[in-house]
């Protein structure tokens, strides 16, 4: 027996559920439309109602807008709708870059600047979501982890992915997501001000410095002024204010003093441009070895000075079967001769608090140890601080100082702003260098949950007051 298929037999074969009709004539089949290969993803850039952003999906995370990259321009509402290709959708941040061709409530932009959301995050773009994306860059963090830091930096209450634009201010108290973000773009423009010659310049990478990388290193650093720009809402100027007029000059004059006392200035932007690209590169995994890494160094003389080192033993520095090392923090001052040493807060009183983990009161005597996960390629740890005192993320940078001179790299790490090592007299480093094989991390740490904590010691009260419980 020969059995024949035909090639409408072959057909009906594969595709059986969605034909019914036989091989004859007078059938009236319709091929399937083809399935979809984009998504739309809808979102709305906000300050105020921005119109004409250039808005994409940075699937390289470079800060730009390729030309490779979907991408559109917001409307006169600030919304826009991008055709993503179904295999992105969730995957990657959402850019949108403000330019002098863009409008902010219906005012042109004088200043131009990058504004970002979490790839999980895209409805809106706002100031609100650049800060909770920078921190998930910058540590790994989930966008929920993030929002409620930057929510508990801030005080918002409200959501941060909202667009605030179409609810009135808050009536409880809490602070203004608004103003919050108003205050941002104003100290981030202040910044694109006082750095945008530095585009063209060697970054200390020896990388070229671009218009992005300026938008990041930004981004970064308001993330470390953000409770400095809480603060500055609360100022008298900016309470009194009660009129739009009045409540934008207020904010301003706030946004150009932060700036000015905690920016980037042309040497920092530098320094900074130059950690950022090293954070992108991924780095070999380090030997598991016994250290020591110095966190922080104020040296004034040999009988005035602090140090707080970050030891591992072998053993500690061994990942346990959770990918958990462990760590000792130890702190030494020295007040005219005088030495103290501890291990945990800024002062020795301070080794007596207590923290809430979860099930106990729990306190961190004089060598013990804290917890953190193996760094991955990018450098990201996440921390346990102190039984659960505190958690986080970290991001870490690597330079090689080996052979380079102790003078020349502090001057770097002093140029960059950077004020956790500080010798008084700089000279008294001489010429001496560094031994081979020694490495120079730029760190951001950026605390998630801070545990209830309780001074035994009243180190921090009021006079009269003997203990103090705290978050």
């Known amino acids: 027996m020969n059995i024949h298929i035909t090639r409408c037999g072959l057909a009906v074969l594969t595709l059986a559920l969605l034909f019914v009709a036989g091989c004859g004539g007078g059938g009236d089949s319709s091929p399937a439309p083809p399935a979809a290969t984009t998504t739309n993803v809808s979102t709305t850039v906000i300050d105020g109602i921005v119109k004409n952003a250039l808005v994409c999906l940075d699937r390289n995370s470079n800060g730009k807008c390729d030309a490779d990259e979907v991408q559109g321009r917001t409307d006169a509402l600030g919304a826009v709708t991008l055709a993503v290709p179904n ?36 409805a809106v773009v706002s100031p609100l979501t650049t800060v909770v994306q ?26 941060l992915f909202q667009d605030y634009t179409k609810v009135p201010a ?33 970054a200390i990478d020896g990388g070229t410095i671009s218009q992005a990388d300026l938008d990041k290193a930004i981004q970064k650093n308001l993330l470390d002024l953000l409770a400095d720009l809480i603060t500055a809402l609360g100022s008298p100027a900016v309470q009194a204010a009660t009129t739009p007029a009045e409540r934008e000059a207020a904010l301003r004059a706030q946004a150009v003093a932060v700036a000015q006392a905690g920016g980037l200035t042309a040497a920092s932007a530098a320094v900074a441009v130059g950690i950022n690209n090293q954070a992108s590169v991924a780095q070999p995994a380090a030997p598991v070895t016994a250290g020591v890494q110095l966190t922080d160094f104020n040296f004034i003389d040999a009988s005035n000075y602090y140090v707080r080192l970050l030891t591992s033993s072998l053993a500690q520095a061994t ?27 800024g002062d020795p009183t301070r080794n007596a608090d207590l923290n809430w983990n979860g099930s106990a009161w729990v306190g961190c005597p004089i060598n013990f140890q804290s917890a953190s996960t193996v760094r991955d390629a990018q450098g990201k740890s996440a921390y346990s601080y102190c039984d659960q005192r505190e958690t986080g993320r970290t991001n870490r940078s690597t330079f ?38 020694s490495k120079l991390f730029y760190q951001t740490t950026t605390p998630l949950t801070q545990a209830f904590s309780y001074y035994p010691s009243g180190a921090q009260n009021a006079p009269g007051f003997s203990n103090v419980v705290s978050q």
């Open 319 to 345: 990942a346990d079967a959770n990918n958990m090392t462990k760590y000792v923090d130890r702190r030494t001052r020295s007040n005219a001769g005088t030495v103290a040493k501890w291990g945990t807060g």
């Open 170 to 202: 808050p009536a409880d108290g809490s602070t203004s997501a608004a103003m919050v973000a108003r205050l941002i773009v104003l100290a981030t423009q202040q910044q694109q001000m006082a750095i945008a010659a530095t585009v063209g310049t060697a």
């Open 87 to 122: 295999a992105d959708v969730g995957k990657f941040p959402i850019l949108a870059v403000v330019g002098t061709d863009a409008f902010d409530d219906g005012v042109a932009v004088a200043v131009p600047y990058a504004m970002t959301a979490p790839a999980d995050q895209t």
């Open 400 to 437: 090689d100082v080996g052979g380079k001179t102790m003078s020349a790299v502090y001057a770097g790490i002093a140029t960059g702003g950077y004020t956790n090592l500080v010798v008084a007299n700089p000279s008294m480093l001489g010429t001496a260098t560094f031994p081979v094989g």
């Open 134 to 159: 920078q921190t998930v860059a910058s540590t790994g963090a989930t966008s929920a982890e993030a929002a409620r830091s930057v929510r508990d930096t801030t005080g918002i209450t409200a959501s």
